[in-house]
């Protein structure tokens, strides 16, 4: 699905695109306050909300003034945009977290170099990159990907199935499961987001009480630039924030995001 004209213009005039590190300085902070206020709204420590800024389609130029601004570690959805930026930048102190979907004939790319991996939704990606990384000697935080909305159109797993799938994780010993990550319904309607997002509290909560080893922190990726307020103010303890701080993307969503 297209974005109207419109719609195109709002994001556009909405998330001006940064170039200067006071730009970047100036986004990161206002994106800061709001998700402070949210977590203040719903009682919470803003301090237990970290900021992963998603730098994806931004060209590299760009991406190198955010890390001079301070930015160190930075989330992309594409392993091959990823690990191109990665060679590019080899010289600043920065870590990549890929947080899209991601093919078996893949893992061995995020195993050598990604700091976390947040799309995790299958065993046999889990068997991919465990063979890898115990390859490499190295160990990964990886985040547990629920598909929330009953979309078709979203990767994750479905809620039924993720406390079998924790319960298989230790077998990977490289895999250091830290939580859980989804993504909300693309829609207005800031009650059907919200609920995404409880689901994915409750689920956590439950193999916190089922099996409280499986799942590390219990963390929860939740929350982008169009609703990650709301996310804050359901528990999220990790928000994944593109637009708001880099500007706005030319591509729809739906490129990320394909049907099937
Ligand atoms: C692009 C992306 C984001 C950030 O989206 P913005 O609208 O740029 O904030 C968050 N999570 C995932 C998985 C993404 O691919």
Redesign the pocket.
């Known amino acids: 699905m297209s974005k109207s004209v419109e719609e195109e213009e709002s994001a556009s005039a909405r998330?001006p695109t940064a170039t200067t590190v006071r730009d970047f300085h100036a986004n990161v902070a206002a994106v800061r306050a709001r998700i402070a206020a949210a977590a203040e709204r719903a009682g919470r420590d803003a301090a237990s909300v970290r900021l992963?800024p998603?730098s994806?389609t931004v060209p590299t130029d760009r991406v190198r003034v955010a890390i001079e601004a301070g930015l160190r570690v930075l989330?992309e959805?594409k392993v091959q945009e990823a690990v191109r930026k990665h060679r590019e930048t080899g010289d600043l102190d920065v870590s990549w977290a890929i947080?899209?979907h991601l093919q078996t004939n893949k893992a061995r790319d995020v195993a050598a170099f990604a700091h976390e991996f947040?799309?995790l939704d299958r065993l046999r990606v889990a068997e991919a990159l465990d063979r890898r990384l115990q390859a490499a000697g190295r160990s990964l935080d990886v985040f547990v990907q629920v598909n929330t909305s009953a979309e078709d159109s979203k990767f994750g797993m479905p809620p039924e199935e993720l406390s079998a799938f924790l319960k298989v994780m230790p077998v990977y010993s490289s895999l250091r499961v830290r939580g859980l990550?989804t993504?909300a319904i693309l829609t207005p309607d800031e009650a059907r987001v919200r609920g995404c997002f409880r689901v994915l509290r409750e689920l956590r909560d439950r193999a916190r009480a089922d099996a409280p080893d499986l799942i590390g922190d219990g963390e929860l990726?939740m929350?982008?630039?169009?609703d990650?307020e709301i996310a804050v103010e359901e528990g999220a303890t990790c928000v994944?924030?593109?637009?708001?701080?880099?500007g706005a993307?030319a591509l729809p969503?739906s490129y990320?995001?394909p049907e099937g």
Not at 240 to 246: H, K, L, T
């Open positions: 998330y992963l998603v994806k989330g959805n947080i899209g947040q799309a990550m993504l990726s929350g982008m630039s169009g990650y994944r924030v593109g637009q708001a701080i880099f993307r969503d990320y995001w």
